[in-house]
């Protein structure tokens, strides 16, 4: 019997925005009907792009929009367009069994930041970088930032499972990827910021049309119910 042949992975970069429809849906149904292994890799932007930066060469990359676009004209990228995929909010996330706050207003959010025991948020995540801009914006940077809890990379929501913090600020598809959180409240939009990810062939896809059938397949109509369900507003 002859060996099947080898199938070189499709490997795919992304924000952690998209992860949850990415791991629920999206991508176990571009296998299926592709037949073809996807190797992810899940990091917020920054991160991802100082791996970009030491040499990696990714065959699909997901990323916010001016990163992407930054890279395209670094030469970075394989060629083609960056493709809008989503858009998303900042929210903030209640520990299971904890009260939601109030936050409709900059006042009330500023009230229950410092009303906290302990606000979880990513170093290196575009909403962490925002939320430490906020804090300052609101004159509370110096009492929340001493007792919160900060996480190198990954979901904020980890924190209020496992006890550490009581509130969790990050994207809000973010939030939701961690199951048992239940209460994810959007910012007030005067605190809001609104990021816009996109989608590319990476400097790993030259001439690969297994990378170009997976960014179709990322912004088929199927793949964006799936980021509609998880919190995302698509582009």
């Given at each position: 019997m002859s060996t099947p042949p080898h199938r070189p992975d499709v490997h795919l970069m992304s924000s952690l925005v998209v992860r949850k429809a990415l791991d629920r849906t999206v991508l176990?149904?571009?296998?299926?009907?592709?037949?073809?292994?996807?190797?992810?890799?899940?990091?917020p932007t920054s991160l991802l792009v100082e791996e970009l930066d030491a040499g990696a060469a990714p065959d699909v990359l997901i990323a916010t929009r001016e990163a992407l676009e930054r890279l395209d004209a670094a030469g970075?990228?394989?060629?083609?367009?960056?493709?809008?995929?989503?858009?998303s909010a900042?929210?903030?996330?209640?520990?299971?069994?904890?009260?939601?706050?109030?936050?409709?207003?900059?006042?009330?959010?500023?009230?229950?930041?410092?009303?906290?025991?302990?606000?979880?948020?990513?170093?290196?995540?575009?909403?962490?970088?925002?939320?430490?801009?906020?804090?300052?914006?609101?004159?509370i940077a110096e009492p929340v930032l001493a007792r919160a809890t900060a996480l190198d990379s990954g979901f904020t929501g980890v924190a209020?499972?496992?006890?550490r913090a009581d509130l969790?600020?990050?994207?809000?598809?973010?939030?939701l990827f961690v199951e048992g959180i239940d209460t994810?409240?959007?910012l007030p939009e005067d605190c809001q910021?609104?990021?816009?990810?996109?989608?590319?062939l990476g400097p790993g896809a030259a001439g690969s049309a297994a990378a170009q059938r997976l960014v179709d397949h990322l912004t088929d109509g199927p793949a964006r119910e799936a980021y509609a369900a998880t919190g995302l507003l698509n582009l």
């Open positions: 176990p149904a571009f296998r299926r009907t592709s037949g073809l292994p996807v190797r992810t890799e899940y990091l970075l990228l394989s060629g083609g367009r960056v493709v809008p995929l989503v858009r900042i929210g903030v996330g209640v520990a299971p069994g904890g009260r939601p706050p109030a936050i409709a207003t900059e006042r009330d959010l500023a009230d229950a930041l410092l009303g906290a025991r302990s606000v979880a948020f990513s170093r290196a995540g575009q909403s962490g970088i925002f939320f430490r801009d906020l804090l300052a914006r609101l004159g209020l499972m496992d006890g969790a600020v990050q994207q809000v598809s973010e939030l994810v409240i959007p910021q609104h990021s816009e990810f996109s989608v590319a």
